[in-house]
């Protein structure tokens, strides 16, 4: 079964801090996504990656950066966190030639930026 | 581009009755369709999905999606909810050309009173 593993369950962070979300998945997945969940707006695509040192801007990427340096790891940070990015965020995985195919996701972190 | 509407953030139905979610989509080739749940504090569980074989598509815990193209629909329907079916469920748009990326509704939150 595929395991879509995000690092942290909750983190609480300070304004201005950089953070570092982490996202781990063992079934050799070329394609890896990060979304953000708010409240009445779903899930909104941050970044993806279809491959080891690949990234393409979503529909909300300021913000934020990613890092892909294996094929295995996806990281989002936010290099100065502010409170307009408290939220869920989800992590999620693909192979790269299965566009029928569903996303695997993690359990999401929670992120609170105080 | 894709889009993905959901008619009514919050829904709140009887045990035993009807559950009726709706999803409208926009997309100028034939796309794919998917159904996801989210129960409290978890990740998203694929519940069904649509590519283009059967219109009308059975998923995991008794639900069920009919594809319409002439009402670019994919409601999702149980014939009796139960009270586990209390849940917050996205609907998901993306075409076969796009790596699995989706694109989702705002997501209907699932009521079940006894």
């Known amino acids: 079964d595929v395991k879509v593993t995000q690092s942290s369950r909750y983190l609480v962070k300070r304004t201005g801090e950089k953070v570092f979300l982490e996202c781990v998945q063992d079934?050799?997945?070329?394609?890896m996504f990060w979304y953000r969940q708010d409240p009445g707006l779903g899930l909104r695509l941050i970044y993806f990656?279809?491959?080891?040192?690949?990234?393409e801007k979503g529909d909300i990427p300021e913000g934020y950066s990613v890092s892909r340096e294996k094929k295995e790891r996806f990281s989002l940070i936010l290099e100065s966190a502010s409170t307009n990015q408290t939220s869920m965020y989800l992590c999620?995985?693909?192979?790269?030639?299965?566009?029928?195919?569903?996303?695997?996701f993690g359990n999401g972190t929670r992120l609170t930026v105080t | 581009a894709q889009s993905v509407t959901q008619l009514g953030s919050h829904v709140s139905v009887s045990e035993g009755a009807l559950v009726l979610l709706r999803c409208n989509y926009s997309?100028?080739?034939?796309?794919?369709l998917f159904w996801y749940v989210q129960y409290p504090n978890q990740g998203l569980q694929l519940l069904l999905k649509?590519?283009?074989?059967?219109?009308l598509v059975k998923g995991i815990n008794g639900f069920e999606a009919e594809f319409k193209k002439s009402e670019t629909s994919f409601h999702l329907t149980k014939p009796s909810a139960h009270m586990s079916d209390a849940a917050e469920y996205f609907c998901?748009?993306?075409?076969?050309?796009?790596?699995?990326?989706?694109?989702f509704g705002q997501g209907t939150e699932l009521s079940v009173k006894p």
């Open positions: 999620a995985s693909i192979f790269k030639d299965r566009g029928g195919s569903p996303l695997h």
């Open positions: 079934m050799d997945h070329e394609n």
């Open positions: 990656s279809y491959d080891v040192k690949m990234k």
């Open positions: 997309s100028s080739v034939p796309p794919y």
């Open positions: 649509y590519t283009s074989a059967a219109t």
């Open positions: 998901a748009v993306t075409l076969y050309n796009q790596g699995g990326k989706l694109i």
